[in-house]
Structures are given as C-alpha cells and as structure tokens.
C-alpha cells in the first residue's frame, strides 16, 4: 500500500501563506497571463518560450519515471498472473468507456445540434488549410491494426526512452518488470536501484513542478496574445456543446462509477488534483502531469503496480474527451453541411472511431490527424469541412485533455478496487481533506 506523508503540500495546510499554495500561483499566473495578453500582445507572445520551456522539463522526465514505476511495481508485485488481470481489466475499461463516450458524443450532438443553421458549401472552404495533416491521416488510416501493434514494439528500448514514445516505454518496462519477477532474490539489487532511481526522479519532477506557474503565464498569455479574448466568437456553439459534454460525461458516467465501485466522490476527486487540472487547463496538455498524477493517485493509496500499468497504457488508449469529441465533430460537420448521415453511417463512425481514437496520442495535431482518418472512412461527410474546426480546435483541446485526464484517474481507482489493490479509507481520508499529502516526497 503507497504511503501517505505526514507533511503537507505548501499551502494547502492552514499554517503556510496562502501565496505559496502551488494552485494559488498557477491560478494567478493564469489571470496574469490574460492580462498580458490583451494589453501588451506582442510582448506577450514572446513568453511562450516559458510554456515550451516547462512542457520540455517534464517531458524530459517521463519516460524514465514511467519506465522506473512500472518495473519496480510489477517487480515488486510477486504475482505475475494478479498483473495480467489487471492489465486485462484496464484493456477491458478502456474498451467500455471509449464505446460510451463515442456513444454519448452522437446523443448530444443530435441533441443540441450545433452545426444545423450554418448551410456550409464544401466548395467554398480552403482545402490548403488542411494540407499539413493529410499525409498523417493517410499513414493512420493505412496502417491498419497489424501495423498499429507493431509500432507498439521499440526498435531498441533506447530509441523508445529518447523518443520518449510513453507506449513503447511502456511495453519494453513490463516486460523488464516480469523478466525482474521471474528471476527473483538474484536481481533484487537491480529492483532495489530502479526503486532508487525513481526516488530521485520524483523528487527531481517535485523541482519542475515549482515552476509551473510560468509555464502556465507562457501559454496562457501566448494564447490570448496571438488569438485575442474574442477568439472564441467563431464557431462558439461547437466548443460550448463540447464542454458542456464534457462536463456531463464525467459528472455524470464518470462520477457513477467511481460511487458505485468505490464510493468515492467524484467532486472530491477533482478537487484533489487541481492543481494539475489547472495546470492543463493552461498548458492544454495532459503529459505535463503525467509524474505527478501518478504520485498523487498511490499517495491517495492506490497500489503502484496498479498505477504504473494503468496511467501509461490509458494516455494512449482510454481518450474519453477525445472520444466525445470524435463523434460530435463528424456530426457538427455532418449538419454545418447539410449532409444527412445514415443509421449505417453512424455505426460506421462509431466502428472506425474505436480503432482510430487509439492512435492519437503523440501525433502532432493529433485531433485533426484522427478526425481526417474517420472522415476517409465515412465517405458521405466531406473532410473539407474539417477547415470549420482548425481555429477553434486550441479551445477544445483543453477540455480533450481535462477530460481525459480525469478519465484516467478515474480508471485507475476503480481497476485498483475491482482487484482490492486500493486503500478505500486512506482514499476517503485524503480526499476529505483529513490526511495531506506531499507529492516531492521520495
């Protein structure tokens, strides 16, 4: 069971100045942000070397952790088949909850129709717009699930951490991690220095995360420098319903689950991890919590064999923003366009989806990359119309990785309940506020 530590993040305890709570100084940061960005634009555009600069420290860092995590937790395990049911039960999650998000993305988007009124000619759009990610959509749409398994295969393991591909990482730990089990007492020193390593690796992310703020002003006053605060006047009808989705799937599925096999609440758990929602909220990128949400989840005592497996594995393969957002978009451009869609066709999205939302993590425009790859499969929607969601796709992609961050969160708790790998009341008492946490803590 992950301990908890006696000692609690600066600020959030009583004792501390409220200025050195993390979350304070991010929110502030993000206000700051905002009010450079509409006063001195210019100025505030060059910051965004701040937001590059902290993506790069964490990212700089991931790989190793996930590697480290994942091998001393199924190294340290002991039951190799109790792994197997848990990477089984995760596969089997991610497979149910991605089915339901696409299904809720089409029940919304016929529900509040965000496209119908726009009467959109696909003749009069600007292909060009798009040229820069059609040849990742082809790649995507012709590989096929063979060539999708195989590039889950690193070339060297090297390659894999330099690249810092989280899936092939991933693949290449676990299999480290059983070869570990499997030898036993003679590589203990060696489980006993992955241990080690990744001891100083999270105390190293606990320096990163300190910066963070600045992180946070870089992209926020980069965004509202270089779009403005009306830049979500254009098509504001398609973002809003996607937040408004959302917010429903994981107040409402999300939050149903977690009481139903846990009994935890699901507002409780966000509020434990905002300082992370907030940073991602600013950054629009999940990776740049990665360490820090794996921590924070076995510190809230879910065992680390549980979350070395299921975090790393759902960034790739359980997207449920993603997923929403894969089906409204295909609608939303379906009905900008005056361009019925079938009762095949839809089923058809929904079966395309479910292969194509998998490869999207670690595309560059990923979004639009998966979307263009659906919509060549679903012939009667004309991928043109994809140009009607370029401007806004920032916007949406900020509640993409708030959702599916949490996502993962919660698939996290609840495979660790499903297999008793969860401590229930230190996961109430820390998410009631009785028992703080120090996530730097080695």
Not at 27 to 45: C, Q, S, Y
Not at 89 to 104: N, P, S, W
Not at 308 to 314: K, R
Request: hydrophobic share 55%; net charge neutral; charged share 10%.
């Amino acid at each position: 069971m992950a301990t908890v530590a006696a000692e609690a993040i600066p600020g959030v305890s009583g004792r501390a100045p409220i200025y050195s709570s993390l979350f304070v100084q991010v929110v502030a940061a993000l206000v700051l942000g905002i009010i450079l960005g509409m006063a001195t634009p210019d100025f505030a555009i060059s910051l965004k070397i701040l937001s590059d600069a902290f993506l790069k420290l964490i990212q700089m860092i991931v790989a190793p952790i996930v590697f480290c995590v994942v091998v001393h937790g199924i190294a340290g395990a002991g039951d190799l088949k109790k792994v197997g049911r848990v990477g089984l039960k995760a596969l089997i999650y991610f497979e149910v909850m991605t089915t339901v998000a696409l299904g809720v993305g089409l029940v919304l988007a016929f529900l509040f129709a965000p496209g119908h009124g726009m009467n959109i000619d696909p003749s009069t759009l600007d292909a060009k717009a798009l040229s820069n990610y059609a040849d990742h959509a082809r790649n995507l749409q012709g590989a096929g699930v063979g060539t999708f398994i195989l590039n889950i295969i690193p070339t060297t393991s090297i390659d894999a951490l330099a690249r810092n591909d989280v899936l092939q990482v991933l693949f290449f730990a676990v299999l480290f991690g059983i070869a570990l089990a499997l030898v036993g007492e003679p590589a203990q020193q060696v489980t006993s220095l992955v241990e080690a390593v990744s001891k100083v690796l999270f105390r190293l992310m606990g320096l990163i995360v300190r910066v963070a703020p600045l992180g946070v002003l870089g992209a926020v006053a980069y965004t509202v420098g270089r779009y403005g605060v009306g830049s979500l006047k254009q098509l504001v009808s398609l973002v809003f319903v996607f937040y408004v989705c959302v917010i429903l799937f994981v107040l409402v599925v999300l939050g149903a689950v977690l009481r139903a096999v846990t009994g935890l609440n699901i507002i409780k758990l966000l509020n434990y991890f905002r300082e992370e929602l907030t940073i991602v909220l600013a950054t629009a990128s999940s990776d740049a919590v990665l360490p820090q949400i794996m921590r924070k989840l076995e510190r809230m005592g879910v065992k680390q064999s549980v979350v070395g497996l299921v975090i790393p594995t759902g960034y790739s393969f359980n997207l449920d923003a993603f997923s929403i957002y894969l089906t409204l978009a295909v609608v939303f451009i379906a009905q900008a366009t005056n361009t019925p869609l079938s009762l095949g066709d839809l089923l058809l999205v929904l079966a395309v989806s479910l292969v194509t939302s998998k490869g999207a993590h670690g595309i560059p425009g990923s979004a639009i990359v998966i979307l263009m790859a659906t919509l060549n499969a679903v012939p009667s929607v004309p991928v043109i119309g994809l140009v009607l969601v370029l401007s806004v796709d920032w916007f949406i992609g900020i509640a993409r990785a708030l959702g599916n961050l949490i996502g993962n969160c919660v698939a996290t708790v609840v495979i660790g309940a499903w297999e008793h790998e969860v401590d229930l009341p230190t996961a109430h008492r820390v998410l009631d506020g009785a028992e703080l946490v120090d996530v730097t803590a080695g």
